[in-house]
């Protein structure tokens, strides 16, 4: 399975982003899928996850301003961030998880500027 993210860059604080995760497979339809972070000299740290039945959870720090959701047709999840803030900024990862597999993406780079 291959993770594939997109949609990651620089913006100004209270922009928006849309994150994409793309897997390699139908496979996803029936896994978690989630989206990480991770800041410098900071450990990885989950953002916000999705079951395969559509339940949702988040972040205390992301709540009210980020959405996790899936479109099964097109194998891919979506991490909308609104309201962004500075400490926003991390390198953020998709993952996959399926029975006792768990698969990574390379990552996307996220900077908010002030």
């Known amino acids: 399975v291959q993770l594939v993210e997109s949609g990651g860059g620089l913006v100004q604080a209270g922009g928006s982003l849309t994150l994409s995760c793309t897997t390699s497979?139908?496979?996803?339809?029936?896994?978690?899928m989630s989206w990480y972070r991770q800041a410098p000299g900071k450990e990885r740290e989950l953002v916000a996850r999705?079951?395969?039945?559509?339940?949702?959870n988040y972040a205390d720090s992301v709540k009210g301003r980020f959405t996790i959701s899936r479109d099964n047709h097109k194998n891919t999840a979506y991490l909308r961030m609104n309201s962004l803030k500075p400490e926003d900024t991390a390198v953020y990862y998709c993952?996959?998880?399926?029975?006792?597999?768990?698969?990574w993406g390379q990552g996307t780079q996220v900077t908010v500027s002030t």
């Open positions: 993952n996959l998880v399926l029975g006792v597999g768990n698969w």
């Open positions: 497979g139908s496979i996803s339809v029936i896994a978690t």
């Open positions: 999705i079951t395969s039945g559509g339940s949702t």
